[in-house]
Nanobody, 124 residues
Framework: QVQLVESGGGLVQAGGSLGLSCAAS????????MAWFRRVSGKEREFVAR????????YYADSVKGRFTISGDNARTTVYLQMNSLETEDTAVYFC?????????????????WGQGTQVTVSS
């Protein structure tokens, strides 16, 4: 099992930037895929971005493509989400997720471990 703790959330004006971090501990050596999801108040959690540790492949939701970047450190202990050109629609609680499965995906069920989330608020 992997423990995940997100940080870096806060309040930012539209058009600004914010960087999130996700610190992983526990059986991190077994993780194969990491992802970021978000939940807007009153809505279901949605996929934002994901990456594979081997090959460093990345995938993004259409709504954030070109604005957000997911990355990770070589030790597989921290995953980042750099968010640029933020929009008010990006306001949400952002969650980090991990899995040790062979294949990753963009659904909640593709991940086994989750952080508690960090709030991002974008003001107009």
């Amino acid at each position: 099992q992997v423990q995940l703790v997100e940080s870096g959330g806060g309040l930012v004006q539209a058009g600004g930037s914010l960087g999130l971090s996700c610190a992983a501990s526990g059986w991190t050596f077994s993780t194969t895929h990491m992802a970021w999801f978000r939940r807007v108040s009153g809505k279901e959690r949605e996929f934002v971005a994901r990456m594979t540790w081997s090959g460093a492949s990345t995938y993004y939701a259409d709504s954030v493509k070109g604005r957000f970047t997911i990355s990770g450190d070589n030790a597989r202990t921290t995953v980042y989400l750099q968010m640029n050109s933020l929009e008010t629609e990006d306001t949400a609680v952002y969650f980090c997720a991990a899995t040790s499965r062979r294949f990753g995906g963009s659904g909640e069920r593709d991940y086994d471990d989750w952080g508690q989330g960090t709030q991002v608020t974008v003001s107009s």
